[in-house]
């Protein structure tokens, strides 16, 4: 069975890190790119990084540049987002998504066919 599974979510202060975790199952997912979106409450999904091993290239919003870092441990089949300084406005649902399309970095969401559940990060005093 294919599957995504996001973990490592939670309630942070202001300032505060987490790290996300996504462990796939029943494929390899080296063989594709992969993306780290979310979703606040009342908004749409927005991409925060995208990462293509294809082409070796990393994609950060604005909005995170500087403060996230995407990282993968192939061994575990395991995609990580490590959330530092963190805000209320990264207050959201976060998923992990992958796509065969892994020539080069793809931030637009109907690439994705491969969708985790999300985790939920709640940024909070």
């Not at 490592?8 to 594709?32: E, H, I, M, N, R």
């Not at 294809?54 to 089949?77: E, H, L, P």
């Not at 990580?80 to 990264?90: A, G, H, R, T, V």
């Not at 066919?113 to 005093?125: K, L």
């Amino acid at each position: 069975e294919v599957q995504l599974v996001e973990s490592g979510g939670g309630l942070v202060q202001p300032g505060g890190s987490l790290k996300l975790s996504c462990a796939a199952s029943g494929f390899t997912f080296d063989d594709y790119a992969i993306g780290w979106f979310r979703q606040a409450p009342g908004m749409e999904r927005e991409g925060v990084v995208c990462f293509s091993s294809g082409s070796g290239d990393t994609y950060y919003s604005d909005s995170v540049k500087g403060r996230f870092t995407i990282s993968t441990d192939n061994a575990k089949n395991t995609v990580y987002l490590q959330m530092n300084s963190l805000k209320p406005e990264d207050t959201a649902l976060y998923y992990c998504s992958l796509t065969p399309k892994n020539w080069d970095v793809q931030r637009d969401q109907g690439e994705y066919h491969i969708w985790g559940q999300g985790t939920q990060v709640t940024v909070s005093s």
